[in-house]
């Protein structure tokens, strides 16, 4: 009873901060949708710290559907359809490649009819339609899914399972684009006590502490020719991507689901490729597990282990960080296709990108070092030493001050 107490005081904590931050957040208007608003989630918590573990995913499952139902109503049906039509692709054991291609259409669906049927295109002002938001965030979850089912044993991952993974409370009202392993979902069921308690306020605190800020700097952009044009969008860049999961994360821990927050000290990262070993590794973690370790299994039978390391890197990468965030997210969020098409699709944004995934897998390739060598960077980097840090510091920024100039050409 006390941990329930404890998590529905948790969320109403979320929800008084969802609520400071306004219209400055997407977050705060999507709670708005919800009838009840933080009535509901608080009640939610309590009911999901009362019921016994086991019980949690499928209250998580039908309490994500009936949210989805009030805020969306007829927007919810293809939602619920898409998540039982990948519920029902997860469950055969062959064909794998069939059952992605099967789900990469019906997700595709609700993009193509919004640029090709008349009367499809949603309103230009924001905050987006909530459908549009949570099926952005589906894409990378619905292939994470299928791939985790054919390698967990038979009856690992059930329908309910499944379901909650797809319609999770914390997708609808803080929807986040991460792909989060729904092993690791299933895995993280927890109890609150008073240690995740006070993690969970922090997280809290902090991702509101980081939106407000994302918000500020994305609502109030500093103008052109101005000297703080650069920093201001470098770091509304990023804490925008980090309040986003925060806050996700913390709402998942106030259900009762103890997920990591994502993040690992960057700010003690020595090298681009330690920085993404701690920054938002949510992405690195799914790249290297649905991309990398498959391409590196396949090319290794045609091509040298140095190159195939490589390869694999950059395939990996573009599959993984590109073409599943950075391309097909905007594609579905925004009205415009033509304009998502051509921002994505920029020669000057191409090779910045180019540029930047060199400087994550070259620096420490078999190009340059030994796998020994490798072994002892590694165990470097997982140390702190103020000089190498800061050195890595001024690279980051110069690099991103050379692709910012050349993104606006």
């Keep these: 009873m006390l941990g329930g107490l404890a998590a529905g005081a948790a969320t109403g904590l979320l929800v008084a901060a969802l609520h400071l931050l306004a219209e400055r957040h997407l977050r705060a208007a ?8 933080g009535w509901t989630l608080s009640g939610l918590a309590v009911l999901c710290q009362l019921v016994p573990p086991r019980l949690r995913p499928a209250l998580w499952a039908v309490s994500g559907a009936l949210f989805a139902a009030a805020m969306m109503r007829l927007s919810a049906v293809p939602l619920l359809a898409f998540a039982l039509a990948i519920a029902a692709l997860s469950r055969p054991r062959g064909a794998l490649g069939l059952r992605l291609a099967a789900a990469a259409l019906l997700w595709a669906s609700l993009p193509a009819a919004r640029w090709l049927l008349p009367g499809a295109a949603w309103p230009q002002d924001l905050p987006p339609a909530p459908l549009v938001m949570v099926w952005g965030g589906l894409a990378y979850s619905s292939l994470y899914l299928l791939v985790e089912h054919r390698r967990s044993r038979p009856g690992a991952l059930g329908w309910v399972d499944d379901l909650a993974y797809l319609l999770a409370p914390p997708r609808l009202v803080t929807p986040f684009f991460q792909p989060i392993s729904p092993t690791l979902f299933k895995e993280r069921t927890c109890a609150m006590t008073p240690l995740r308690l006070g993690r969970t306020v922090g997280l809290i605190l902090w991702g509101a502490a980081v939106a407000a800020v994302s918000g500020a700097l994305l609502y109030r952009p500093v103008p052109h020719g101005s000297p703080l044009r650069f920093p201001a969008t470098l770091v509304g860049h990023y804490v925008h991507l980090a309040s986003g999961i925060f806050l996700a994360v913390a709402l998942f821990r106030c259900l009762g689901c103890d997920l990591p927050s994502g993040f690992r000290q960057p700010f003690r990262a020595r090298s681009f490729a330690d920085f993404f ?4 590794h949510y992405v690195r973690d799914s790249v ?9 299994g396949t090319l290794r039978r045609w091509l ?7 390869l694999s890197a950059y395939l990996a990468i573009f599959c993984g960080s590109f073409l599943l965030n950075d391309f097909l997210v905007p594609m579905a969020t925004t009205p415009d296709f033509l304009d998502a098409w051509h921002r994505a699709t920029r020669p000057g944004h191409l090779l910045g990108l180019l540029a930047y995934w060199s400087a994550i897998v070259l620096p420490r390739s078999s190009l340059f070092f030994r796998p020994r060598e490798q072994r002892e960077l590694k165990k470097q980097e997982a140390s702190f030493e103020l000089w190498p840090t800061l050195k890595f510091l001024a690279i980051f920024v110069g690099l991103h001050l050379a692709l910012f100039a050349l993104g606006r050409r």
């Design 277 to 280: 070993r701690r920054w938002n």
């Design 30 to 37: 999507m709670l708005g949708m919800l009838p009840g608003g």
């Design 304 to 310: 040298p282990k140095r190159a195939t390391e490589i």
């Design 288 to 296: 290297l597990s649905l991309f990398y370790f498959p391409f590196l």
